[in-house]
């Protein structure tokens, strides 16, 4: 069983930095492609950003591409989202997720989720 725990959320000021986490337990980690998500009340949950197994390729959301950066660190099993230039827009509650292979397939564990505020 795959466990995913994010943390870092907060509240911040318009054009602040915040760098969430994400820890990932069970299972080889180096094997999973993982990403985030982000949700506010009454959407649908958003794609933000990816990145492969290996870190070598990544992918971002338009509205993020040039603020927001994803990394990890398999030694850690963990990932990084670094948030630049904040914007009240990227209020949500932010979700890790990391897709798992299972046989022929992948399954999506997610994890409960990181609240971010961007407010002055």
């Known amino acids: 069983q795959v466990q995913v725990v994010e943390s870092g959320g907060g509240l911040v000021q318009p054009g602040g930095s915040l760098r969430l986490s994400c820890a990932a337990s069970g299972g080889s980690f180096g094997d999973y492609a993982m990403g985030w998500f982000r949700q506010t009340p009454g959407l649908e949950r958003k794609f933000v950003a990816s990145?492969?197994?290996?870190?070598?390729?990544?992918n971002y959301d338009d509205a993020v591409k040039g603020r927001f950066t994803i990394s990890r660190d398999n030694a850690k099993n963990m990932v990084y989202l670094q948030m630049n230039n904040l914007e009240p827009e990227d209020t949500a509650v932010y979700y890790c997720y990391a897709d798992v292979p299972t046989g022929s397939t992948t399954f999506r564990y997610w994890g409960q989720g990181t609240q971010v505020t961007v407010s002055s």
């Open positions: 990145i492969s197994w290996t870190g070598s390729d990544t």
